[in-house]
């Protein structure tokens, strides 16, 4: 498949994977030292939802759209506020025009002594990145392949951070370069956080990846978590359309698993089309 952002921004799987985001960030807040998010694939860093890719799909309607309208619970709200304050950052006050991306959803909350590094190599995507962090002193847009720019990045110097991995899936192979790409980074910082997204259309390759993850995870110098989390927005198809999308976080802060416990089962009703979603979320055994 191909999973350019421009067509799908603000769809069910990116409010899933920036509440996510978004989470993790604000628990690496916690501590004063510094930390560094490095973004592989970063996209053009913002998308126009009045723009004829993102109606052709319309799917941001049934994603943020009704999740901005959605009614949180008095647990739920303030763990999602911070995302849904995001957005409508960059949107009138009575609109919905524009979707951030993961780039500058992660600058969003990055205090003065944090950096990010942006990955981006298609053209115009990255110019549009550049032009959306200029004269920013804190991120670095990089005209590197991600896969090439993981191991060369990783560690860096400031010892905490996370790792994005949130590829196009345009070649056929794009699984099998996720898992090495992870495996070579968490080899050389194995303390760091890792989010890798990926699109849920087979159990069989979903699982495979899932079970190497886990087990590079578990066979570092210290043994380090990690957690699966898969949202359905509606039963999966013999048709191309995405409707399933997964996420594996390694190292995530203690808290998370409890937040996205109390998070997802809200979700399901605003992000389920043509009935309420269904999501999963266990520790995957190597």
């Not at 979707?99 to 003065?112: K, M, T």
């Not at 990145?129 to 090439?148: F, P, T």
């Not at 699109?199 to 993850?213: E, F, I, Q």
């Not at 999966?236 to 416990?261: C, F, H, I, R, Y």
């Amino acid at each position: 498949m191909n999973y350019r952002h421009a067509f799908h921004a603000g769809n069910f799987a990116d409010v899933v994977k920036h509440i996510a985001l978004v989470r993790i960030l604000i628990h690496l807040q916690d501590k004063p030292a510094a930390f560094r998010v490095i973004d592989t694939h970063a996209g053009a860093g913002i998308y126009d939802l009045t723009g004829e890719q993102a109606r052709r799909t319309g799917e941001f309607l049934t994603g943020i759209a009704r999740v901005m309208q959605a009614r949180f619970s008095e647990n739920v709200l303030p763990l999602v506020a911070p995302y849904l304050d995001i957005i409508r950052a960059f949107n009138p006050p009575a609109g919905l025009e524009t979707y951030p991306g993961s780039p500058l959803i992660a600058r969003a909350l990055l205090r003065p002594q944090d950096r990010l590094t942006a990955c981006e190599v298609e053209p115009k995507a990255r110019k549009q990145l550049i032009e959306a962090l200029r004269r920013d002193s804190q991120a670095r847009v990089v005209d590197l392949d991600g896969w090439m720019a993981l191991p060369a990045f990783v560690p860096p110097k400031e010892r905490r951070g996370l790792v994005l991995l949130d590829p196009p899936y345009e070649d056929k192979d794009e699984f099998g370069r996720l898992a090495d790409g992870f495996s070579t980074a968490f080899t050389k910082w194995p303390t760091g956080s890792y989010l890798l997204w990926y699109p849920a259309k087979s159990r069989r390759a979903t699982d495979r990846l899932a079970r190497h993850v886990a087990g590079v995870a578990a066979d570092g110098p210290s043994p380090a978590k990690c957690l699966r989390l898969e949202f359905s927005a509606a039963p999966q198809t013999a048709d191309s359309a995405l409707v399933s999308a997964g996420l594996l976080l390694v190292n995530p802060p203690w808290m998370l698993m409890g937040e996205l416990k109390a998070i997802l089962p809200e979700l399901e009703k605003p992000l389920g089309q043509g009935g309420a979603g269904r999501f999963r979320l266990d520790v995957p055994k190597p």
